[in-house]
């Protein structure tokens, strides 16, 4: 089996889990836009792509799936799940089975306005979210919303360009840093989180949830596994309704007994560690739905009270050894 992991970045720890499943011939391929590209020191083979953003991305992603056999597809960038969210048909018909979702799903994902659409149509507390300033300023004169308040991009990810305002002159300037900008009001309680895997139908198999302790910049560093059938539920329910294959990740803020949703993956997220840690094991549940086979929904497949932190991990060499095996990929447009 080979399987393609797009934009693998930081994420060679998710290639080292996968390898615990695979057989001798088995290949992981890794891509990037740069050589500078940590993750592929955990994979069979290293291909740089054009940028996302390129015309000629899509095709260049498909040239490589066939020209490396490629079994199983994921990525692990949000933009990129967006981009290929396009040519999923496309791979699919090659043969590919594509651990992302459809065009549909992604979108919803993707654009936090319609995030919380999505979310308040099918009953899940979320953030209330405007896309203009003056609903904002009625609303905070009339006492429906206070601060502090989030500004961030409509379809940005992480926490790029993502400002708590605590007065309206900081609402102002923030909100015009960049066109597409929304406000969002603050989630009280906790900090949760939950990772979710479907199979290529768009069933859940697993929810494994998790509170967090400590996050920066968007990445989760530390975590503790917790057991909550409320959650649990809710993950189920929100799956259900997005129909997407492939891992998800989502923030979760708990207030109160009632969890609210936040921001959706449809990924692995960095706090995968805590659930694999618990014993939930995405990737072998992947590895096996590639072979053909059918995995059954284990929602309860894992431990509470399993911990994970992150550390720093060195590596390097020299230059012409430590790059020599990442490969250029040049696309053929197929139009």
Not at 37 to 44: E, W
Not at 67 to 88: C, M, N, P, Q, Y
Not at 141 to 162: A, D, I
Not at 207 to 231: D, F, Y
Request: charged share 25%; proline share 4%; glycine share 10%.
């Amino acid at each position: 089996m080979n399987f393609l992991f797009s934009c693998i970045g930081k994420r060679g720890y998710i290639a080292r889990l996968f390898r615990e499943h695979l057989g001798p011939g088995d290949r992981i391929i890794g891509t990037s836009n740069t050589r500078w590209t940590s993750g592929f020191q955990a994979c069979d083979s290293a291909h740089l792509m054009p940028a996302i953003s390129d015309a000629s991305y899509p095709d260049a992603v498909i040239d490589l799936c066939r020209r490396e056999r490629i079994d199983a597809l994921l990525s692990f960038f949000d933009t990129d799940v967006h981009r290929l969210s396009g040519v999923k048909e496309e791979l699919t018909a090659m043969g590919v089975k594509c651990f992302i979702p459809g065009a549909e799903a992604a979108d919803i994902a993707f654009d936090k306005v319609r995030t919380c659409e999505f979310l308040e149509k099918h009953g899940i507390p979320t953030a209330r979210t405007f896309t203009a300033l003056a609903p904002v300023h009625e609303a905070l004169r009339n006492g429906e919303l206070r601060f502090p308040l989030f500004v961030k991009p409509r379809c940005g990810f992480g926490s790029r360009n993502t400002f708590r305002v605590e007065n309206a002159r900081q609402l102002d300037v923030f909100f015009d840093l960049e066109p597409d900008m929304i406000v969002q009001g603050a989630l009280g309680g906790e900090a949760y989180d939950f990772d979710i895997l479907n199979d290529l139908h768009g069933r859940p198999l697993s929810v494994v949830s998790w509170r967090k302790s400590l996050s920066r910049m968007g990445e989760t560093e530390q975590a503790e596994t917790v057991r909550s059938s409320e959650l649990t539920g809710l993950g189920k329910k929100l799956a259900s309704a997005l129909g997407h294959a492939g891992p998800l990740d989502a923030d979760l803020f708990m207030e109160n007994g009632v969890a609210s949703v936040l921001e959706i993956n449809l990924r692995f997220g960095g706090g995968y560690p805590v659930s694999h840690f618990a014993g939930a094991d995405f990737p072998g549940k992947i590895v096996r739905m590639t072979r053909g086979e059918e995995v059954q929904p284990t929602m309860d497949d894992y431990r509470a009270g399993v911990v994970m932190m992150k550390d720093l991990h060195v590596m390097g060499g020299p230059a012409d050894t430590f790059f020599r095996d990442v490969l250029h990929v040049e696309s053929t447009s197929h139009n």
